[in-house]
């Protein structure tokens, strides 16, 4: 039985681990000898190359780039790769020449990072073919090696679709006339590298928490051949293979689903690993019995999670990602049904009441407790005497009696109640785009509880964010459950879907369906289970239903808080109402099921949006769901967030080849299509 407390330290300096040790060692002969036939700095070495692909808490995490969140400052990082405008040349960094900020969305463009690693990789390869190092040691280390080539190459193919094998030593600023490996050449290269690590690699029980080893090995595996095997890559409507998807054969979902058995069976008979009783426990416990390979993180390792993605006005965090609304409305009510379903039992006075418990652990919403504040009303839409307004003489005609504070006028206006927001009425004042995100304390009035630890500081110095877990179970439940979807084995799709829901704390109502309608139930289980976790935007796109949710705009709900009565100021200045007089209404302008007899939103401003083509468009959308249609409209949600919205293109199911690396090669690679 393994010592976990004392092995977490191992990983921890193992996982965080920056590229010091890499960028420090020249490959001349004398440090060829000095690291590659010394134990201890061979280790180093390898040590550093599980920094080969960065963790994607970053301060732009991918989901802002889909229909799951929101990150208002992406212009040089999320927006231009939601709306349409990436290009080969915007997606290179800044330190290599071009616009893209150097330490945003670094998970996507990958390709300058990935040849270094690959490179250094190679040479290690090579080297311990001479090394005096004991047989041991080295096969260990190799079979490291040639999982971290194959998880590196997994990740070029799932962006980039074919890329170029690369097996030989180049030097740093070489200039190579490699060419572009079709899809299918790439993934049986890395099943061949796969089939060597695992034969070198130690047992799970036998190696040190945070590096490889069998599990890991079967887990990528899995990983890799659902992503071959999907229709972005495996499409029966363009059956020849090619650099950009490989050729059409059906048996590849038997090879994913036997791929994910391998390391269900690891759990399930085996014992080895479990799902976590809570659905937090895979990123507030180290010791998580659903971990299968996680990225750990040390106090220095940088802003994660917990700094980044809480809110900012209130605990001092960077409110860098925030939720959508069309992230929200697929969390199922408890009953199973959603929201817009007959009979989900759906109260609009109450929207977020009695949803899948997943959604509290991931989102947090308006007036739900947080921290240490009794109700966390970060999200108030409109409070009269809370706002101010230009000094002028129109201003002072429409606000009389109001008090001037400093060059802005205070209004202390009667304000409004539901009746003023009816058909027909004037725009009330307070409404627009820059008004409103005035006083708001968190861009689309969500924000992301998912991966906060709430009894730990949030702080720019230190990081207290403890793992981003690279595999963890619930992902091969559902890669297997859909694998058997396609082979026919509805029977087993239905049995992991129901392992997710029934976690115990959140005990969702067990699915049932078949057909059409089980793989809705599958597709959403994804969604929910995988929030804001670096899933979505592949899935996506592996399935091509990107055209459709990528093209719906990142929304905002807004809760107003409408209150008509008297005002006045306390003894410390404070605006207070007579609660004698007043009259306080709630309004929660949120997604809701389209009705063209009734006012489909407040203001005809929510439809404007400025897209590269300077369009307008309808924010109703019809959604397919256990075989029926509803349309979805979410004209009352604030939809003006940014200076230009999501618009899709078909090009962007693969990333651009950076500019600069295509230039490398003098024409001899091959751009993916529209770029």
Same mark, same amino acid.
């Given at each position: 039985? =393994?010592?976990? &407390?004392?092995?977490?330290?191992?990983a921890?300096a193992?996982?965080? /681990?920056?590229?010091?040790?890499?960028?420090?060692?020249?490959l001349?002969?004398?440090?060829?000898?000095?690291?590659?036939?010394?134990?201890?700095?061979?280790?180093?070495?390898?040590?550093?190359?599980?920094?080969?692909?960065?963790?994607p808490?970053?301060?732009?995490?991918?989901s802002?780039i889909?229909?799951e969140?929101?990150?208002?400052?992406?212009?040089?990082?999320?927006?231009?790769?939601?709306?349409?405008?990436?290009?080969?040349?915007?997606?290179?960094?800044a330190?290599?020449?071009?616009?893209?900020?150097?330490?945003?969305?670094t @998970?996507l463009?990958?390709?300058?990072?990935?040849?270094?690693?690959?490179?250094?990789?190679?040479?290690?390869?090579i080297?311990?073919e001479?090394?005096? *190092?004991?047989?041991?040691?080295?096969?260990?280390?190799?079979?490291?090696v040639?999982?971290?080539?194959?998880?590196?190459?997994?990740?070029? *193919?799932? +962006?980039?679709?074919?890329?170029?094998?690369?097996?030989?030593?180049?030097?740093?600023?070489?200039?190579?006339?490699?060419?572009?490996a079709?899809?299918? $050449?790439?993934v049986?290269?890395?099943?061949?590298?796969?089939?060597?690590?695992?034969?070198?690699?130690?047992?799970?029980?036998?190696?040190?928490?945070?590096r490889?080893?069998k599990? @890991?090995?079967?887990?990528?595996?899995?990983?890799?051949?659902?992503?071959a095997?999907s #229709?972005?890559?495996?499409?029966? $409507?363009?059956?020849?293979?090619?650099i950009f998807r490989?050729?059409?054969? %059906?048996?590849?979902?038997?090879?994913?689903?036997?791929?994910a058995?391998?390391?269900?069976?690891?759990?399930?008979?085996?014992g080895?690993?479990?799902l976590?009783?809570t659905?937090d426990?895979?990123w507030?416990?180290l010791? /998580?019995?659903e971990?299968?390979?996680?990225k750990?993180?040390?106090?220095?390792?940088?802003?994660?999670?917990q700094?980044?993605?809480?809110?900012?006005?209130?605990? !001092?965090?960077?409110?860098?990602?925030?939720p959508?609304e069309?992230?929200?409305i697929?969390?199922?009510?408890t009953?199973? =049904?959603?929201?817009?379903?007959?009979g989900?039992?759906?109260? #609009?006075?109450? #929207?977020?009441?009695?949803r899948?418990?997943?959604?509290? =652990?991931?989102?947090?919403?308006?007036?739900m407790?947080?921290?240490?504040?009794?109700?966390?009303?970060?999200c108030?839409?409109y409070?009269?005497g809370?706002?101010?307004?230009?000094?002028?003489?129109?201003?002072?005609a429409?606000?009389?009696?109001?008090e001037v504070?400093?060059?802005?006028? +205070?209004?202390?206006?009667? !304000?409004?109640?539901?009746?003023?927001?009816a058909?027909?009425k004037?725009?009330?004042?307070?409404?627009?785009k820059?008004? /409103?995100?005035?006083?708001?304390k968190?861009?689309?009035?969500?924000?992301?509880? =998912?991966?906060?630890?709430?009894?730990?500081?949030?702080?720019?110095?230190i990081?207290?964010?403890?793992?981003?877990p690279?595999?963890? &179970?619930? $992902?091969?439940?559902l890669?297997?459950a859909?694998?058997?979807?396609?082979?026919?084995?509805e029977?087993?799709?239905?049995?992991?879907?129901?392992k997710?829901?029934?976690?115990?704390?959140?005990?969702? #109502?067990?699915?049932?369906?078949s057909?059409?309608?089980?793989?809705?139930?599958l597709?959403?289980?994804?969604?929910?289970?995988?929030?804001?976790?670096?899933?979505?935007?592949?899935?996506?796109?592996?399935w091509?239903?990107?055209?459709?949710?990528?093209s719906?705009?990142?929304?905002?709900?807004k809760v107003?808080?409408?209150?008509?009565?008297?005002?006045?100021?306390?003894?410390?200045?404070?605006?207070?109402?007579?609660?004698?007089?007043?009259v306080?209404d709630?309004?929660y302008?949120?997604?809701?099921?389209y009705?063209?007899?009734?006012?489909?939103c407040?203001?005809?401003?929510t439809?404007t949006?400025?897209?590269?083509?300077?369009?307008?468009?309808?924010?109703?959308?019809?959604?397919?769901?256990?075989?029926? %249609?509803?349309? *979805?409209?979410?004209?009352?949600c604030? /939809?003006?967030?940014?200076?230009?919205?999501?618009?899709?293109?078909?090009?962007?199911?693969?990333?651009?080849?950076?500019?600069?690396?295509?230039?490398?090669?003098?024409?001899?690679?091959?751009q993916?299509? !529209?770029?």
């Amino acid at each position: 039985m =393994k010592k976990i &407390l004392s092995l977490i330290a191992i990983a921890f300096a193992l996982t965080a /681990c920056d590229d010091g040790f890499l960028d420090r060692q020249p490959l001349d002969k004398v440090s060829d000898e000095a690291v590659f036939n010394n134990a201890g700095l061979a280790q180093a070495y390898v040590n550093a190359l599980y920094t080969s692909i960065p963790d994607p808490m970053q301060e732009a995490n991918v989901s802002c780039i889909t229909d799951e969140a929101y990150f208002r400052f992406g212009g040089t990082s999320t927006r231009y790769m939601a709306d349409g405008t990436v290009s080969a040349e915007n997606v290179v960094y800044a330190s290599q020449g071009g616009p893209a900020h150097d330490s945003r969305t670094t @998970i996507l463009n990958i390709w300058t990072r990935a040849y270094e690693r690959i490179r250094q990789m190679n040479t290690f390869i090579i080297k311990m073919e001479t090394s005096s *190092i004991d047989d041991e040691t080295k096969n260990s280390l190799l079979g490291e090696v040639y999982f971290l080539r194959a998880w590196v190459y997994t990740n070029l *193919i799932q +962006r980039y679709a074919g890329v170029p094998i690369i097996t030989e030593v180049y030097s740093l600023g070489d200039e190579y006339n490699a060419t572009r490996a079709t899809f299918d $050449e790439c993934v049986d290269f890395i099943n061949s590298d796969l089939d060597k690590a695992y034969e070198l690699l130690p047992e799970k029980d036998d190696s040190v928490l945070g590096r490889a080893n069998k599990d @890991i090995v079967l887990a990528l595996r899995s990983r890799l051949t659902l992503i071959a095997a999907s #229709p972005l890559f495996n499409d029966p $409507e363009n059956p020849e293979g090619s650099i950009f998807r490989g050729k059409y054969d %059906k048996s590849k979902w038997q090879k994913a689903f036997d791929a994910a058995k391998a390391i269900v069976d690891r759990a399930d008979v085996d014992g080895a690993y479990q799902l976590a009783s809570t659905y937090d426990g895979y990123w507030k416990d180290l010791a /998580c019995p659903e971990v299968i390979w996680a990225k750990y993180f040390t106090p220095n390792s940088g802003k994660k999670a917990q700094l980044e993605y809480t809110p900012e006005s209130e605990v !001092g965090g960077y409110e860098s990602m925030s939720p959508t609304e069309s992230l929200i409305i697929d969390y199922e009510m408890t009953n199973g =049904k959603k929201f817009f379903e007959e009979g989900s039992g759906y109260d #609009p006075e109450h #929207p977020w009441a009695n949803r899948d418990p997943r959604l509290y =652990k991931t989102v947090l919403l308006n007036f739900m407790p947080y921290r240490d504040y009794a109700s966390f009303e970060y999200c108030l839409y409109y409070q009269p005497g809370v706002f101010t307004v230009d000094n002028n003489d129109a201003n002072k005609a429409k606000y009389p009696g109001a008090e001037v504070d400093g060059n802005k006028l +205070r209004p202390f206006p009667n !304000g409004y109640t539901r009746a003023d927001f009816a058909k027909g009425k004037t725009t009330p004042d307070h409404t627009g785009k820059s008004k /409103c995100m005035l006083d708001a304390k968190s861009t689309t009035s969500y924000n992301v509880v =998912k991966w906060h630890l709430p009894d730990q500081p949030v702080v720019v110095d230190i990081n207290y964010s403890l793992m981003f877990p690279w595999f963890r &179970l619930a $992902e091969f439940y559902l890669n297997y459950a859909e694998a058997a979807y396609m082979i026919g084995r509805e029977d087993i799709t239905r049995t992991y879907i129901n392992k997710i829901r029934q976690r115990p704390d959140v005990m969702m #109502p067990l699915v049932t369906e078949s057909g059409s309608n089980l793989w809705d139930r599958l597709v959403n289980e994804r969604r929910i289970e995988f929030a804001l976790e670096n899933q979505r935007y592949f899935d996506l796109r592996r399935w091509k239903t990107a055209p459709f949710y990528e093209s719906v705009p990142w929304l905002s709900c807004k809760v107003m808080i409408l209150v008509n009565g008297k005002y006045y100021k306390d003894e410390s200045g404070n605006i207070k109402t007579d609660e004698s007089t007043a009259v306080r209404d709630t309004m929660y302008r949120v997604a809701k099921v389209y009705n063209p007899s009734t006012d489909r939103c407040f203001h005809e401003d929510t439809y404007t949006y400025t897209y590269p083509t300077n369009s307008q468009r309808s924010m109703v959308f019809e959604y397919t769901w256990l075989g029926k %249609k509803y349309k *979805i409209d979410y004209g009352e949600c604030m /939809c003006n967030l940014a200076p230009t919205e999501k618009a899709w293109d078909d090009k962007m199911y693969l990333q651009p080849i950076p500019a600069n690396e295509m230039a490398k090669t003098q024409g001899q690679l091959v751009q993916n299509p !529209g770029y």
